[in-house]
């Protein structure tokens, strides 16, 4: 009784839809009885006799599967507006039974293709996502698909939740090095060479590397620095450019200073925040919603 309790639970959770296969089953029925019918044929009775029940048993069957799949939100990294990332899922199947054929969509979109995931195993899939602004987002319309085990049904089933979470301003803007430099102040002293960095305009011209200037394109050299100095302050209303470009510009510097674990506060028109007292986290969440 709780099993069946359980099931009737699992197949109200299930949306079934019909496929090629359906009206394939269908019309088979129809000419298997017309021709047991007209003809009484016992063979004919124990065909019409095995492709319903086939076609019967596969609807438990595929709710069955697809029910017992666990699909939950991962603990997500970092979202930044206007930058590629990805949705992190676990897929669960907690079952002494494998699962078959399992898909994971998005607005009608297939993103990803399971074709078996063993029992009492898990796995993570990704699914791409984009921000198109900073603030709050919910990432929904996510659901599983399956057609196992005969195709004569598609089934689908939604996520039990959606994933609320925020984007960070895109972090763009002049480089902190380029800034300090500009500024006639450096991240302490040269250390070593660090690889080519994009040539921005304010670099030093003797960090060009003329060698790939010979081939087009202006690198410039970047070498990593010691970090010997005082906390650094960023000036919102001191950064040219409008909301966005601000709140981006603060988000690099943000980035750069927690890279390379220097101290910093930023002042804001309504407020001052300052690095030893909040987390990163916490402080791009404070641009992401200003």
């Known amino acids: 009784m709780k099993s069946l309790r359980k099931f009737i639970q699992t197949h ?15 019309v088979t029925l129809f000419g298997l009885f017309l021709e047991a019918y007209m003809h009484d044929f016992n063979l004919v009775y124990i065909t019409l006799f095995f492709v319903f029940s086939f076609a019967f048993s ?25 930058e590629k990332s990805n949705i992190v899922l676990n897929v669960n199947n907690p079952t002494d039974t494998t699962l078959w054929d399992i898909k994971l969509c998005k607005d009608k979109n297939i993103y990803a293709h399971i074709p078996y995931i063993k029992a009492k195993s898990k796995q993570n899939i990704t699914l791409p996502f984009t921000p198109s602004k900073r603030g709050f987002f919910t990432y929904e319309g996510c659901y599983t698909e399956s057609k196992y085990p005969l195709s004569t049904a598609r089934l689908t089933k939604e996520l039990d939740e959606n994933l609320k979470g925020i ?25 070593e060479f660090d690889g080519l960095n994009a040539y921005d305009g304010s670099q030093k011209i003797s960090h060009i590397h003329w060698a790939s200037v010979a081939k087009g394109e202006v690198l410039v050299k970047h070498f ?27 988000c690099l510097w943000v980035l750069t200073c927690e890279k390379q674990r220097v101290s910093f506060s930023i002042t804001l028109p309504n407020k001052i925040i300052n690095s030893h007292k909040k987390s990163i986290d916490d402080i791009l969440k404070i641009l992401a919603k200003y």
């Open 167 to 191: 984007a960070y301003p895109e972090p763009k803007g002049i480089a902190l090095e380029s800034l300090l430099q500009t500024q006639e102040t450096n991240i302490g002293e040269e250390k």
């Open 224 to 250: 990593s620095k010691e970090t010997d100095i005082k906390d650094l302050n960023f000036i919102f209303n001191n950064i040219r450019g409008d909301t966005e470009f601000r709140l981006s510009q603060l």
């Open 58 to 82: 596969a609807g438990p069957m595929g709710v069955l599967n697809l029910g017992n799949l666990h699909v939950s939100f991962a603990k997500q990294r970092r979202f930044f507006a206007n």
């Open 12 to 26: 109200r959770s299930i949306r079934q839809h019909a496929t090629i296969f359906s009206l394939v089953v269908v």
